[in-house]
């Protein structure tokens, strides 16, 4: 039985590995952080008792910055492969906390590789980097592909170019299978609430609702290449299955708007939206509602989304398109799930947890829910 070490395994991409990994008949063992609450959520659904025989997946606490922890950890595990994609993953907050950014996702991956050059496991254990099209940032050829050169634009894609390149050096310096997915932006229900795509259709389902008046974002003309976050973690799976490490981008060859993604999430709630007004002024107006069910508590000619500078990023990566061609034709990957079936899926799950935060306040209940 293959055993499979994740870090960032209580993450979207590493709950959806981690379930994948589990029906390929791995042994799965996944790195938590210790925190003041459980932030377990997204595996609670596949957690094993530890007291059951065969028990096939495990959580141990640790940390990226922590060596000595993530060094006794894959000693005893002498895990198959690694998956790094523990991160503090959020662009916006790495301007904040730039230091602890770069010791997490850069020295974090570092930490890694060392571990197991360290412990004679470097022609045993496959490593896969949590790479990103972030590296792009100021984009200098569209669409970005493998050979596209990097410019990245924050303290979080900085980290993560050390990373990409500490990947690539481990395994010229060490012949280690060592590889870096350069992913484009994923997405899905389990997406944490402060990226864009999650915030709008969870604020969305609560304007449904009547639960929040007004959606405040930053930059609406950013344009992203979106795809699924399951789609993706089965091509990080495939990586390591090769007979030589290589690195791939990983992504669906087109892309929209915030502005655009806002506006699909609306229709799914059943609610039409006119934009008027520029940067800062901009705001979408209720102009139609399509599905009086599914938005009970809107009314046409209420402004729902409105920008707030507050969201605005110091340098911003304004525009982002894959070319998947090489995943494509080396690995025979293509991504099945389209942007509009990731959004429907989205808002569908937002909007079914808007119903039930509204009946309980119907009833009588308090119902509050964190915003930032
Ligand atoms: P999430 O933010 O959902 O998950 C990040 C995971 O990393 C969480 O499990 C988090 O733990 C954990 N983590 C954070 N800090 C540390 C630390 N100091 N030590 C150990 N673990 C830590 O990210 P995604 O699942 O979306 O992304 C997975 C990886 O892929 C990340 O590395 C991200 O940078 C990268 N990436 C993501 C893309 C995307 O669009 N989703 C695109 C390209 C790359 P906790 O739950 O406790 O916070
Ligand atoms: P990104 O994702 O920075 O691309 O990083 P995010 O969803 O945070 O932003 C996408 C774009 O939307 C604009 N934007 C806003 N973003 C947020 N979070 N909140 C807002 O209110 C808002 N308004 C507009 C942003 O300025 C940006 O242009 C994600 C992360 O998952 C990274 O870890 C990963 O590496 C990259 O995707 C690929």
Not at 315 to 326: I, M, N, Q, S, Y
Not at 361 to 366: C, L, R, S
Request: aromatic share 10%; proline share 4%; charged share 25%.
């Amino acid at each position: 039985m293959k055993k499979a070490l994740i870090t960032g395994i209580t993450g979207q991409d590493g709950s959806y590995l981690a379930e994948f990994l589990l029906e390929k008949g791995y042994e799965v063992h996944g790195i938590k952080r210790r925190a003041s609450s459980f932030n377990t959520e997204r595996v609670d659904h596949i957690y094993q008792d530890p007291h059951i025989e065969n028990a096939r997946f495990h959580l141990h606490y640790g940390d990226l910055t922590d060596t000595s922890n993530l060094t006794r950890i894959i000693s005893e595990i002498q895990p198959d492969e690694v998956y790094n994609l523990g991160a503090q993953s959020h662009v916006a907050v790495s301007f904040e906390s730039p230091e602890y950014t770069a010791d997490v996702d850069a020295i974090g991956a570092l930490r890694l590789l060392e571990a197991i050059r360290f412990l004679g496991l470097e022609k045993k254990t496959r490593f896969y980097q949590a790479s990103t099209s972030e590296l792009y940032g100021l984009v200098q050829e569209t669409p970005q592909k493998e050979t596209t050169p990097f410019h990245p634009r924050s303290p979080y894609a900085v980290a993560k170019m050390y990373a990409y390149w500490i990947t690539v050096n481990y395994r010229e310096a060490y012949g280690m299978y060592a590889c870096n997915g350069i992913l484009f932006n994923h997405e899905s229900p389990r997406r944490g609430e402060t990226f864009v795509t999650r915030k709008i259709t969870r604020a969305i389902a609560n304007i449904a609702y009547g639960l929040e008046d007004c959606l405040y974002l930053g930059n609406m003309d950013a344009l992203r290449d979106w795809g699924h976050a399951k789609d993706y973690v089965r091509m990080q799976w495939m990586m390591l299955q090769q007979e030589v490490a290589d690195d791939f981008v990983i992504a669906t060859g087109s892309q929209i708007s915030v502005r655009d993604f806002v506006r699909l999430s609306a229709k799914e709630a059943g609610i039409e939206l006119s934009f008027s007004g520029e940067g800062v002024g901009e705001t979408a107006t209720v102009s139609a509602i399509t599905d009086p069910e599914k938005a009970p508590g809107v009314t046409v000619g209420d402004v729902i989304v409105r920008v707030d500078p507050r969201y605005f990023r110091p340098a911003e990566v304004e525009t982002l398109l894959g070319d998947p061609t090489k995943a494509k034709e080396k690995l025979g990957w293509t991504p099945e799930i389209t942007v509009e079936t990731m959004c429907a899926e989205m808002v569908a799950n937002d909007l079914d947890k808007a119903k039930r935060h509204a009946l309980l306040k119907q009833h009588g209940y308090d119902v509050t829910f964190s915003k930032e």
